[in-house]
């Protein structure tokens, strides 16, 4: 696309910001909670080493290492034949991603403490911090747990990381990444990479795929804590490292801990552990109850259109094609306002409100877009929030963009300049654990809505949601805010169908609709992105609740367009196209022809 349209503009939002209808079908959780259930022996030997054995696997760990993983079913072993003395399993991590052993291998030692038949704790202590790894086993389930901890004396702690390493080399990460990748571990794509929870790593769930079966890490979290997942080093990408991060500011934290790592084996696809954790997930979160309120006419949908351009042929067009009910549409450019500027006004042009109207009686679903957490410093509500801004949690610089001769910039940090320079569009963000914040933005989106009649709307960069240096607002994270927000849009009026940028174990809560992006691919293609296709895990742990639809690069004008939503479909998104006119729907390309032909059938 042009690079000054206002998609291109957008995409610097996940490189600096950020970024259904049958659901398939799996086990359910209680029949592989089942399997691994029982009686299970726990057992510290002479050496300090612990031995599990659960009805689905065995287990050791040595010096908090996990030293061997093995499936009773099948026999496969899944780690081992590494020196677990060669280096630390627990680590504290400092701002930049420093990370610093906590362990033996700087004038330390780790020693291991029996606490009872079912719980032992592996005790850390070096020349730069201390620590604890609790290792037990939950009879109900089967699950290995694993708690680690650590502090320090030097203040700066950000997290605590676990880390798994040995890792068999056939094994593929099944993992929710831009809405699921099943990637072998020393993959390009994921070597020596690190994925914050929820904003690129969307569930808190890592599943290890073998031949047959394999083994999966999660952690069953609903109290909004943040964490993140490490996959493999430069010099070795056969580990990975579960981080359990402190809230921030972190400039003076000593100590990082308290969620709970669960280990388990299964057999069969990773379907199984997914199945597993979307039954937590309903229950842990209420959300058989979302399921009933949810329109049933979102799992009719056949086709989406992005970026939707106000053109009335273009409604005239797709209506000799498809049937309405059967197309979601997101409207950008619909207000008064010039696109992501002055938000949060939101008041329709004359020629959008006809438009809206006319799609609204056609019978498409239509959702203009607002935005979640975005206010123009010149608008008059931003010195009501303005104590309330994202700042990142170790620069401190706030969080937001300016767009600047085609290209996008940060957020002037000079109070004036803040104001003055409304011609680039600067835009900053504003936590949604704000109860004021929240009552403003729903207000607003009440009165376009009761006024035009909507029965849909889209709010962006709902993704945006991460550990900040004013993490907490209202006690609250960015995180949970933005759960509460969503929600609270969707019970404006008589009740809005609400569509969002990014899907993740927590947004789509509150959603029926969730505008996805491609691998690390928001407007041109990474490189090697036709691997990042094939798993639609993210499907299959929300597509109950909400809908997913493709993001940009859509119209299948070239080869990379054909990639780029082939991908989507492989990932059971609603086929979806990016179009400038009518005439793209009246003189398609194969692609934008395929989306249709589908529709209509």
């Not at 031995?51 to 030293?67: C, H, I, M, P, Q």
């Not at 680690?148 to 676990?162: D, E, I, L, N, T």
């Not at 197309?327 to 939101?346: A, G, K, Q």
Request: one cysteine or more; a neutral charge; hydrophobic letters at 40%.
């Amino acid at each position: 696309m042009n690079s000054s349209s206002p998609v291109s503009r957008r995409g610097f939002l996940q490189s600096a910001g950020l970024a259904a209808g049958a659901v398939a079908a799996g086990p359910p959780a209680s029949r592989a909670a089942q399997a691994s259930a029982g009686p299970a022996k726990f057992n510290v030997d002479a050496g300090g080493a612990i031995d599990v054995e659960t009805g689905a696997l065995r287990a050791r760990f040595e010096k908090g290492f996990l030293t061997s993983l093995e499936s009773k079913a099948s026999g496969e072993k899944f780690i081992g034949g590494f020196d677990a003395k060669a280096s630390d399993a627990l680590q504290l991590v400092y701002s930049k991603g420093e990370a610093v052993d906590v362990g033996e291998q700087k004038f330390g030692k780790v020693e291991t403490r029996k606490v009872s038949g079912r719980r032992a704790e592996f005790l850390f202590q070096n020349w730069d911090g201390d620590g604890l790894i609790a290792i037990s086993v939950e009879p109900e389930t089967g699950d290995i747990l694993v708690e680690p901890s650590a502090y320090s004396s030097r203040p700066g702690v950000r997290s605590c990381r676990w880390l798994v390493k040995g890792l068999r080399r056939d094994l593929k990460l099944v993992a929710p990444f831009y809405q699921g990748s099943s990637l072998a571990l020393d993959d390009a794509l994921i070597r020596d990479s690190y994925w914050d929870w929820p904003r690129y790593w969307e569930a808190a769930l890592a599943i290890f795929q073998a031949r047959s079966g394999g083994f999966w890490i999660h952690t069953q979290d609903a109290q909004y804590r943040y964490k993140a997942l490490r996959i493999g080093s430069a010099g070795d990408p056969y580990m990975v490292g579960f981080d359990t991060e402190a809230y921030g500011p972190v400039d003076n934290n000593m100590a990082a801990g308290g969620l709970v790592w669960r280990i388990g084996a299964y057999e069969g696809d990773w379907k199984v552990p997914a199945a597993r954790y979307r039954d937590w997930l309903w229950t842990a979160y209420g959300l058989a109850k979302d399921e009933r309120l949810r329109n049933p006419a979102i799992h009719d949908l056949a086709m989406a259109i992005s970026w939707c351009p106000l053109d009335m042929g273009l409604l005239d067009a797709l209506e000799q094609r498809v049937n309405p009910k059967k197309v979601l549409i997101h409207f950008h450019n619909w207000r008064t306002d010039s696109y992501d500027e002055n938000y949060p006004t939101y008041v329709a042009s004359d020629k959008a409100a006809q438009f809206l109207t006319r799609a609204e009686k056609s019978g498409f679903h239509i959702m203009p877009h607002f935005n979640t957490i975005e206010t123009d410093p010149n608008h008059a509500v931003y010195n009501a929030v303005r104590d309330f801004q994202y700042r990142d949690i170790e620069t401190k610089k706030l969080y937001g963009w300016s767009w600047v001769n085609q290209r996008a910039i940060g957020v002037p940090e000079s109070n004036v300049s803040r104001l003055n320079h409304r011609n680039e569009k600067v835009m900053v963000k504003i936590h949604p654990g704000l109860s004021m914040w929240r009552s403003i933005l729903c207000g607003r989106i009440l009165e376009a809505a009761e006024k035009l009649a909507l029965r849909n709307v889209f709010v962006d960069v709902a993704l945006n949601t991460h550990n900040l240096h004013n993490c907490l607002v209202e006690n609250m994270t960015s995180t949970e805010g933005m759960n509460r927000l969503l929600r609270q849009i969707g019970a404006t009026g008589p009740g809005l169908g609400v569509g969002a940028e990014g899907l993740n174990e927590i947004t789509f809560q509150g959603l029926s609709f969730a505008q996805v992006h491609l691998f690390k691919s928001w407007h041109s293609s990474v490189e090697g992105l036709e691997r990042a296709g094939g798993c639609a895990l993210n499907n299959f742990l929300f597509g109950k609740l909400c809908r997913s639809f493709g993001y940009s690069g859509l119209g299948g004008r070239n080869e990379n367009e054909e990639l780029r939503a082939r991908i989507h479909e492989e990932h059971e998104a609603l086929p979806t196209i990016t179009v400038q006119s009518a005439k793209e729907i009246v003189n398609p390309t194969p692609a934008v022809k395929r989306a249709l032909d589908r529709a209509r059938s």
